[in-house]
């Protein structure tokens, strides 16, 4: 998997965040304010050019560390506020809040997007998971498997799928197009146990 950009630095605020979760520790952990990214020349997989590893000593460097001239710089809270007043779901078109932030992509290694323009590239969770299940095969005889795809339909299938697995992409796609995917608690608490149930019955016992 290609990937220029490995994290040189984070600087953590002072304050801890604290914790949702029932009968855990009250304050869980530091989250980063700022980090600081080392993006590798010429857009070569990280690693490549500036080695993390030296093979004649065979130890762990971090001189690519200080490349001033290859650090991308992360603020969080400026990424929060653009991404706030910018960023559109790519499925139902809603806007990014803290509760129901616009964040998560169907792309890797996109290009640069413009500083000032509505983006419409990523998506909330629960819209992404629509997204993805309107793209995967549901049919209820599907043909022989080409390349990835079902020969009737043209959408995505993998040599064998789970069946739970394709009722919950059915179940999924009963969503209304461009219905934010939050509207429809009771089809997501259905999935989840669809994709568990497919889980646990792949895995072998003991």
Same mark, same amino acid.
């Given at each position: 998997?290609?990937?220029?950009?490995?994290?040189?630095?984070?600087?953590?605020?002072?304050?801890?965040?604290?914790?949702?979760?029932?009968?855990?520790?009250?304050?869980?952990?530091?989250?980063?304010?700022?980090?600081?990214?080392?993006?590798?020349?010429?857009?070569?997989?990280?690693?490549?050019?500036?080695?993390?590893?030296?093979?004649?000593?065979?130890?762990?460097?971090?001189?690519?560390?200080?490349?001033?001239?290859?650090?991308?710089?992360?603020?969080?809270?400026?990424?929060?506020?653009?991404?706030?007043?910018?960023?559109?779901?790519?499925?139902?078109?809603?806007?990014?809040?803290?509760?129901?932030?616009?964040?998560?992509?169907?792309?890797?290694?996109?290009?640069?997007?413009?500083?000032? /323009? *509505? =983006? &419409?590239? +990523?998506?909330?969770?629960?819209?992404?998971?629509?997204?993805?299940? #309107?793209?995967?095969?549901?049919? %209820?005889?599907?043909? /022989? *498997? =080409? &390349?990835? +795809?079902?020969?009737?339909?043209?959408?995505?299938?993998?040599?064998? #799928?789970?069946?739970?697995?394709? %009722?919950?992409?059915?179940?999924?796609?009963?969503?209304?197009?461009?219905?934010?995917?939050?509207?429809?608690?009771?089809?997501?608490?259905?999935?989840?146990?669809?994709?568990?149930?497919?889980?646990?019955?792949?895995?072998?016992?003991?």
């Amino acid at each position: 998997m290609h990937d220029p950009l490995v994290v040189a630095f984070e600087i953590c605020r002072p304050w801890p965040r604290r914790s949702s979760l029932r009968g855990g520790r009250r304050y869980r952990y530091w989250p980063p304010m700022v980090t600081v990214w080392h993006r590798e020349p010429g857009g070569a997989d990280a690693g490549e050019v500036c080695r993390h590893y030296d093979r004649a000593t065979r130890k762990i460097t971090h001189g690519w560390r200080f490349h001033v001239h290859h650090w991308s710089v992360q603020v969080h809270l400026l990424q929060r506020w653009h991404r706030q007043i910018f960023a559109r779901c790519g499925w139902c078109g809603g806007r990014s809040t803290r509760r129901w932030a616009v964040n998560v992509s169907h792309q890797w290694d996109a290009p640069r997007r413009r500083l000032f /323009r *509505v =983006d &419409r590239s +990523c998506f909330h969770v629960e819209c992404s998971s629509v997204e993805n299940a #309107r793209r995967q095969c549901t049919c %209820a005889l599907p043909p /022989r *498997v =080409d &390349r990835g +795809c079902c020969v009737r339909c043209g959408l995505h299938l993998a040599t064998w #799928r789970h069946p739970a697995e394709t %009722a919950a992409y059915r179940a999924l796609k009963d969503i209304p197009r461009g219905a934010p995917g939050r509207d429809y608690p009771e089809i997501f608490r259905q999935t989840t146990a669809l994709f568990a149930q497919a889980r646990a019955e792949r895995e072998p016992v003991g």
